[in-house]
């Protein structure tokens, strides 16, 4: 198993910046990629982010230049960095996790863009 902890949602204003924390604990060898999905009320869960074992990076096309999604191999740790941050951003984030063909998902924390 594969236990993932997020934090740093929170209420920010439009044009603010916030940044999100995965750690990964547990059996977390051969994880292929770790990343950030987000669902608003009403709406679907969609990608956000991901970043592979080897650095390779995708992002959604609507959080292209705003976003990026980093990883400290040594921490087991992913992190999304969001700036210029839109109303629409709202939503919960959920941390992923793939381990050869498991998914894994963390609690998800909430994050709010006032305009």
Avoid at 2 to 20: D, M
Wanted: charged share 15%; glycine share 12%; proline share 2%.
């Amino acid at each position: 198993q594969v236990q993932l902890v997020e934090s740093g949602g929170g209420l920010v204003q439009a044009g603010g910046s916030l940044r999100l924390s995965c750690a990964a604990s547990g059996i977390i060898f051969n994880i292929n990629a770790m990343g950030w999905y987000r669902q608003a009320p009403g709406k679907q869960r969609e990608l956000v982010a991901r970043i592979t074992s080897g650095g390779s990076t995708d992002y959604a096309d609507t959080v292209k230049g705003r976003f990026t999604i980093s990883r400290d191999n040594a921490k087991n740790t992913v992190y999304l960095q969001m700036n210029s941050l839109k109303p629409e951003d709202t939503a919960v984030y959920y941390c992923h996790a793939r381990r050869i063909t498991t998914n894994f998902w963390g609690q998800g924390t909430q994050v709010t863009v006032s305009s």
